[in-house]
């Protein structure tokens, strides 16, 4: 039974950091493929960061330089540290995985969809206050 949790999120100000957490179970040694999406109020769900279980990863051009994908193996998670937090990343934050056999070649190809996710986390509200 594949499963996420996330953690983390919450209220800071414009130039602050947040770290997500998303932690995962039952993909045993298949691997996998992980979004971040964000979803301001009002709007679909955007890829913000991807990672690959080979390693790779990727980041929408709004986020890059201040997001950075990091992972525990120990503890099958994955963080997402965010700096230099901007008002307009404000909004819900979701995390989602997929069975590395059903990821595409590319993870940024993988990101370009929230449809090509089939597991969610709960998300985590963050707000980004000026």
């Known amino acids: 039974q594949v499963a996420l949790v996330e953690s983390g999120g919450g209220s800071v100000q414009a130039g602050g950091s947040l770290r997500l957490s998303c932690t995962l179970s039952?993909?045993?040694?298949?691997?996998?493929?992980v979004g971040w999406f964000h979803q301001a109020p009002g709007k679909e769900r955007e890829g913000v960061a991807g990672?690959?279980?080979?390693?790779?990863?990727t980041y929408a051009d709004s986020v890059k330089g201040r997001f950075n994908i990091s992972k525990d193996n120990a503890k099958d998670t994955l963080y997402l540290q965010m700096n230099n937090l901007k008002p307009e990343d404000s909004g819900m934050y979701y995390c989602?995985?997929?069975?590395?056999?059903?990821?595409?070649?590319?993870?940024?190809?993988?990101?370009?969809?929230?449809?090509?996710?089939?597991?969610w986390g709960q998300g985590t509200q963050v707000t980004v206050s000026s």
């Open positions: 989602a995985s997929e069975f590395k056999l059903l990821c595409r070649a590319s993870i940024a190809l993988q990101l370009s969809s929230a449809s090509q996710f089939g597991e």
């Open positions: 039952g993909y045993g040694a298949q691997g996998y493929c």
């Open positions: 990672y690959d279980s080979d390693g790779s990863t």
